[in-house]
């Protein structure tokens, strides 16, 4: 019988540091940042971080060169990500993923425990790439925070998206995190 928390896994050097640095260049000081919505709309007290849903056609256009190509090379970190996971998990079967939304969390901000499947999303599988290193906090907490979990940056935290697998990110305590989430299909 295999436990549960063996389903959340961390793969390591999928998406490669370059990478990591040319999407914090190009994102970091940007003026599309918005606040983080959970699925009733913006609630800071249950949500609280920046985002840039990068993976849209608004977005992309604004630098269409350097953005499709990080685009690009995200999908296949996720495919390599998604290919290690089903690896293994062979039963695990996924058409594509959701898109990829850049994450900010700077001092203080968090998000509080949920779980990432719902009627309006259904989703199969959770995947959040670490772009950097260099801040304190911000670490995955499972199961009540029984099971903690923070990647290296170019590393990813997978699990099941499913109400088995309630999460939350910790309050970052000293500088920025940012993460690139997607989920599985």
């Known amino acids: 019988m295999q436990d549960i928390s063996e389903y959340i896994v961390v793969v390591d050097n999928v998406l490669p540091l370059s990478v990591c640095d040319a999407i914090l260049e190009e994102y970091s000081f940007s003026d599309e940042w918005v606040q983080t919505e959970i699925g009733s709309g913006v609630d800071t007290s249950v949500r ?3 985002t840039i849903e990068i993976s849209r056609d608004n977005v992309i256009s604004r630098n269409q060169g350097a953005r499709s190509k990080i685009d690009s090379l995200i999908f296949d970190a996720a495919k390599k990500a998604i290919d290690a ?3 293994k998990f062979g039963h695990c079967h996924i058409q594509e993923d ?5 994450l900010r969390y700077k001092t203080g901000q968090f998000y509080k425990e949920h779980t990432d499947s719902f009627k309006l999303r259904p989703r199969a599988v959770s995947c959040s790439f670490s772009l950097n290193d260099g801040y304190e906090g911000g670490e995955f907490g499972f199961f009540g925070k029984k099971k903690i979990i923070k990647a290296p940056k170019g590393g990813a935290v997978m699990f099941p998206s499913n109400f088995m697998f309630p999460h939350e990110i910790l309050p970052v305590t000293s500088g920025t995190r940012y993460s690139i989430i997607t989920w599985f299909v």
């Open 98 to 102: 959701s898109g990829y939304e850049l």
């Open 85 to 87: 996971y089903r690896q």
């Open 48 to 50: 609280s971080a920046m």
